[in-house]
């Protein structure tokens, strides 16, 4: 291993990801999968724009006591002009940090990433203006979801507009329930065959006999992952353990290293320890990172 890696390894880095990623050696990364941020104002961490006001991240009357929708997010038309921008925003802050990963990672690597459905081909612009390949869109679907939108026959008759309340019974105002959440798939390109590639830097391939559900090979619609009884949640954000797994094992051999520059509350590191590979993760939020060490240390534990 590299010295200027040891420094990183399977360590949870409290830092910004933007100061430590080029200290990384070119070349040494299995794969990436993380958890980035959506750019879809869900918390602090999430509000990658300047393009703030007194109104966001607050609460409506509607919101107090709520367990989901805790916060006031932007509509999607936004509230000014200016909100029209945050999209490209959004593009311009992945294309900088895919601009630092992209040499660390080996030739042939995958680069795995969650995104909001609303944003995520932003991101996908951002990795391919840096040179990543896109190979797939995982379907990642859960049991539940939260179903937001409002019953538009309920607001109009708050206003008092009885006959158009009549009229709008059973429409709502907003979204069906998002069952789903994508994963971006993408690759690092190589110079010659794919098996050549395999051969020399050990990624590549995907291993679908170590993925079976259900005695079957696995296919891009991923819904059987959910967190286990017992497992402890986090971070708002935070993925299952199991789902983390499926993505190292699909992509990585026991030993090589999986890197995530936002790691959270630590599930990928956990999902490596448990499956013998390396990890490197830098986490910004000084409090998300004492809780993904934690974790660690319960791990080395037990």
């Known amino acids: 291993m590299s010295d200027i890696l040891q420094p990183y390894h399977d ?7 933007f100061e430590h990623l080029p200290r990384l050696p070119d070349d040494s990364i299995h794969c990436m999968i993380s958890d980035i941020p959506y750019g879809i104002n869900l918390d602090d961490w999430d509000v990658l724009h ?5 109104g966001l991240l607050g609460q409506s ?20 002009q200016n909100d029209r921008r945050i999209p490209q925003e959004y593009q311009n802050w992945c294309y900088r940090w895919a ?7 080996k030739a042939g690597a995958s680069l795995l990433i969650f995104g909001a459905r609303r944003t995520l081909h932003r991101a996908i612009i951002a990795l391919e203006d840096c040179g990543f ?22 607001v ?19 979204n069906l329930a998002p069952r789903w959440e994508p994963i971006a798939w993408l690759f690092k390109p190589y110079p010659r065959t794919l098996t050549d590639t395999v051969l020399e830097n050990g990624v590549g391939a995907v291993n679908v006999e170590a993925c079976l559900i259900d005695g079957r090979l696995p296919s891009n619609v991923l819904d059987n992952f959910w967190f286990q009884t017992g497992e402890m949640r986090l971070h708002e954000a935070q993925k299952p353990l199991s789902l983390m797994e499926f993505l190292i094992r699909l992509t990585t051999h026991e030993g090589q290293i999986v890197l995530d520059p936002f790691i959270g509350s630590g599930t990928t590191a956990v999902a490596c320890k448990r499956l013998k590979r390396h990890f490197v993760g830098f ?5 998300f990172a ?11 534990a037990d």
């Open 11 to 17: 360590r949870i880095v409290f830092g910004d990801c």
């Open 50 to 54: 300047p393009n703030t006001n007194a």
């Open 61 to 80: 009357p509607a919101q107090v006591g709520k367990s989901a929708f805790k916060r006031r997010g932007k509509p999607i038309r936004g509230w000014n």
């Open 99 to 105: 601009r630092q990963v992209y040499p660390k990672l």
């Open 133 to 154: 390949l896109l190979r797939d869109i995982f379907a990642w679907q859960k049991p539940t979801a939260h179903h937001r939108a409002q019953r538009l026959s309920t």
């Open 156 to 174: 109009l008759e708050k206003r008092g507009l009885h006959t158009e309340a009549r009229h709008w019974r059973g429409w709502r105002l907003g």
């Open 283 to 287: 986490e910004i939020n000084a409090e």
């Open 290 to 300: 004492r809780q993904a060490s934690n974790r660690l240390a319960s791990l080395d």
